[in-house]
């Protein structure tokens, strides 16, 4: 009980230091911006509103899985933003865009079932997604990791769920 008080006091200092410093502070404005302005939105409009998710939004609609994160039900997505796509191999997005089935797979291997918030995230060790598999929860100090990927802006609210925003794109295995 005194290890999960701990890390929800943990992860509630990340949530504040990453927030509120560090050159990730003007991407944390914009989506907070974007999700207080999208009160009421569901997952696909906020990450549209945030203006740092084009290249996820484009593809869940190649995918067919937009309608989806669009609907009922409440959904975790690791989002991974503009920046994160870019470090992937143009010939891999490329591949991927080509086979609905590959992109399915890896676009769903970032969104889980249920709204897990941080502080419900930093008490696992392993997160199932809707592809199937698990990715993997890592606390380090004040960083949250999920599959390799630092959460970078925790806890963007959406009317279906919440978005986790990730500094790369996770690749299933």
Do not use: C, W
Not at 4 to 18: G, T, Y
Not at 112 to 128: N, Q, Y
């Amino acid at each position: 009980m005194k290890r999960i008080r701990s890390i929800l006091a943990l992860s509630a200092a990340a949530a504040v230091a990453l927030a509120a410093a560090g050159p990730a502070s003007a991407h944390a404005f914009v989506l907070r911006d974007a999700a207080q302005a999208g009160a009421g939105k569901d997952i696909v409009e906020t990450a549209k509103a945030a203006g740092q998710f084009q290249t996820l939004t484009a593809l869940l609609k190649r995918a067919g899985l937009a309608k989806t994160l669009e609907g009922r039900g409440q959904f975790t997505v690791f989002a991974p933003t503009d920046r994160a796509f870019a470090k992937v191999p143009k010939k891999t997005l490329n591949a991927l865009a080509k086979n609905k089935a590959k992109l399915r797979s890896v676009l769903l291997y970032h969104v889980a079932m249920g709204k897990l918030t941080a502080a419900k995230v930093v008490k696992r060790k392993s997160i199932k997604t809707l592809n199937g598999q698990r990715v993997r929860v890592r606390v380090r100090s004040s960083n949250v990791f999920v599959g390799g990927a630092h959460v970078t802006m925790p806890d963007v609210a959406a009317s279906n769920g919440v978005i986790h925003v990730i500094n790369r794109v996770l690749i299933p295995r």
